[in-house]
């Protein structure tokens, strides 16, 4: 049996997003997204979890690429590039993240014209696309980073990256 088809219905996509929203690597997610088909504790879930080095990903200083296709005349949904639960170190509340994105389009010669919107950070940003973005998070605080873009004629596909 193929264990693609042993995941729930959805499973892919939670696997994708355990994958790619979370950091697992493609065997931990697969692992999470079957225990998670077959009603198991929660609590097992959770101790994978607990069980990974967070240091792990802290070091790599990279948001891996997201994918959004930009709508025209519309905003496209927005998307989470960056997660951080609280600020380590002995005064936390004096912590400064700093994130560098890039956003770019992709794709055809004539990319068309897109707007980007960043939320999350100390104050909210808005400019026109292909941009790189600087973004800064002060104190101890839990908060996500989402972006989402706007199209203005044509479909435009844009990918996301950045550095931490």
Same mark, same amino acid.
């Given at each position: 049996m193929n264990h693609r088809s042993s995941l729930p219905k959805g499973g892919r996509a939670f696997e994708r997003n355990c994958r790619h929203a979370?950091?697992?690597?493609?065997? !931990? /997610?697969?692992?999470?997204? /079957?225990?998670?088909?077959? #009603?198991?504790? #929660? #609590? !097992?879930? /959770?101790e994978m979890v607990k069980a990974l080095d967070p240091s792990r990903f802290e070091k790599k200083g990279l948001i891996e690429p997201v994918p959004l296709i930009v709508p025209p005349f519309g905003w496209s949904d927005p998307v989470e590039v960056f997660a951080q639960v609280g600020a380590p170190g002995p005064n936390p509340d004096a912590n400064v993240t700093r994130l560098t994105l890039y956003v770019k389009a992709v794709g055809p010669s004539f990319p068309g014209r897109f707007a980007i919107e960043v939320t999350g950070g100390d104050r909210k940003i808005i400019r026109p696309g292909?941009?790189?973005?600087?973004?800064?998070?002060?104190?101890?605080?839990v908060t996500g980073i989402k972006v989402r873009c706007r199209g203005y004629l044509i479909p435009v596909r844009v990918v996301i990256t950045g550095r931490f």
């Open positions: 979370n950091g697992f690597s493609r065997a !931990q /997610a697969r692992a999470i997204a /079957a225990k998670d088909g077959r #009603g198991s504790e #929660g #609590g !097992q879930i /959770a292909p941009a790189t973005i600087n973004v800064t998070i002060t104190g101890n605080v």
